[in-house]
């Protein structure tokens, strides 16, 4: 069974500095997708960037960047410039072939908090 | 505006009564998801639905229970046998089953009193 695993429960930041949140996962399959999802104090889930297995270059959207490491299982995420309106529980997602439910495996997230 | 709403935003219930939370969707999905999520913890999975008129158990289905009549519409209904039903509850959809990506709604709290 695929599994996602964030092991940082909390994390904090200086504004305008950068920060990297950890996600490690295990699957067999060779085709999926890994996102990172955004949960402000408002709780709605906000997608921040995806990634594609079958790509080798790492995603970016604008202050957002994965460093994508297939063969160790592993996809970070950057926030460069940290801002404000950064602080918020971020998760990391699996999502394996439309074969399985199609379901988003999540891991179990990481508290950004961002200090002014 | 194009979007997944969900209502109530709060909902309380007493312990043995069902309760139905609403899902709505105006993106033309075909599939649609309801999710659970608990303090500190990611989401699980309860039930997933491909197309209309089918609907498929997720990881955590005991208790709940779904209909899929209308393509834009997947209700969930929170029955008396769910043994821990307060938690937030977050219904999502995407093209297809396929590799896309999930858009989710805005969720419910439910609080059984």
């Known amino acids: 069974a695929q599994t996602v695993t964030q092991s940082q429960p909390e994390m904090s930041v200086q504004e305008a500095e950068t920060v990297t949140l950890s996600c490690t996962y295990d699957?067999?399959?060779?085709?999926?997708?890994l996102f990172w999802y955004k949960q402000p104090p408002s709780r709605q889930m906000i997608l921040v960037i995806r990634q594609e297995a079958y790509k080798q270059q790492n995603a970016t959207e604008n202050r957002f960047s994965v460093n994508f490491q297939k063969a160790a299982k592993s996809f970070s995420l950057k926030i460069s410039d940290s801002q404000l309106g950064d602080a918020a529980m971020y998760f990391c997602a699996y999502r394996g072939p439309s074969s399985n439910t199609g379901k988003l495996i999540f891991g179990q997230g990481t508290t950004l908090q961002v200090k002014p | 505006d194009g979007g997944i709403t969900q209502s109530p935003k709060y909902l309380f219930r007493k312990e043995g009564q069902n309760v139905t939370l609403s899902c709505e969707q105006n993106?033309?999905?075909?599939?649609m998801y309801w999710y659970r999520q608990d303090p500190g913890q990611g989401l699980r999975l309860i039930y997933y639905?491909?197309?209309?008129?089918?609907?498929q158990k997720g990881d955590i289905a005991e208790g709940y229970s779904v209909s899929r009549e209308k393509k834009e519409s997947f209700p969930l209904t929170v029955t008396s046998a769910q043994k821990n039903p307060t938690a937030f509850y977050l219904c999502?959809?995407?093209?297809?089953?396929?590799?896309?990506?999930?858009?989710f709604g805005p969720g419910t709290r439910l609080t059984v009193l």
């Open positions: 999502a959809s995407s093209i297809s089953l396929g590799l896309n990506e999930q858009f």
């Open positions: 993106l033309n999905h075909d599939a």
């Open positions: 639905s491909q197309i209309v008129n089918d609907f």
């Open positions: 699957t067999s399959e060779s085709d999926y997708y």
